[in-house]
């Protein structure tokens, strides 16, 4: 991406973020996106086809950078997958208006994205074979006990999110001791010490 188009990116991201964070994402505009941002209108639909579209891409760019590290760091999975899972609440509390209010019991707009971050991630975890699924069913495929996992996994973590959030101020720890003490046996993670 040539460095224009990055800054107007950069500019729109930032301004999708901070509007966000005061009103609900369907009541965000295109003229009040781009004039936040302050680019054309036509900058926007380079970026984004709608409003609700570019605050998802601002903060799957967040999300994107913690997988990438995710996917080059050397350390075992269980110790990878806790630490970008930390790195994601923490993501979350630095917009957590935005998240308080676009969770919303599963019919808001970021569970979909949510739980389709953490899915991807279970699921290039898998193609790289960092980790395994040590679980057959009869007469189910491996591949499809895999993407059943991947899936159980990511709507329960977003599910737990959600409900965590609820609380008046919610706390990584607290969040972690819970999640780690209901993550099945045969997924990599770190017990509580």
């Known amino acids: 991406m040539d460095p224009r188009k990055r800054r107007s990116r950069d500019r729109l991201y930032a301004a999708a973020l901070a ?12 003229t009040q996106l781009a004039d936040a941002a302050g680019v054309h209108r036509s900058t926007f639909y380079e970026h984004a086809d709608s409003p609700a579209g570019l605050v998802e891409a601002a903060l ?12 080059k760091d050397g350390a075992d999975a269980a110790t990878a997958v806790a630490t970008v899972t930390e790195g994601v609440l923490h993501h979350i509390l630095r917009h957590i208006d935005i998240y308080r209010r676009e969770l919303a019991d599963g019919g808001g707009a970021l569970h979909a994205m ?7 991630t279970t699921e ?12 057959s069913v009869s007469g189910a495929s491996a591949g499809s006990v895999a993407d059943a996992a991947a ?3 990511a709507d329960g973590t977003v599910g737990i999110i959600d409900g965590w959030l609820r609380h008046p101020s919610p706390r990584v720890d607290d969040f972690l001791r819970i999640y780690f003490a209901l993550l099945p046996d045969w997924w990599p993670h770190r017990p509580e010490a």
């Open 19 to 30: 509007l966000a964070a005061d009103q609900p994402i369907s009541s965000l505009t295109v």
């Open 60 to 71: 799957t760019a967040e999300l994107d950078v913690l997988r990438s590290d995710l996917m």
């Open 151 to 153: 899936r159980f996994l």
């Open 114 to 120: 949510l739980s389709r971050h953490f899915r991807g």
């Open 124 to 135: 290039s975890l898998l193609g790289r074979g960092r980790i395994a699924i040590p679980v």
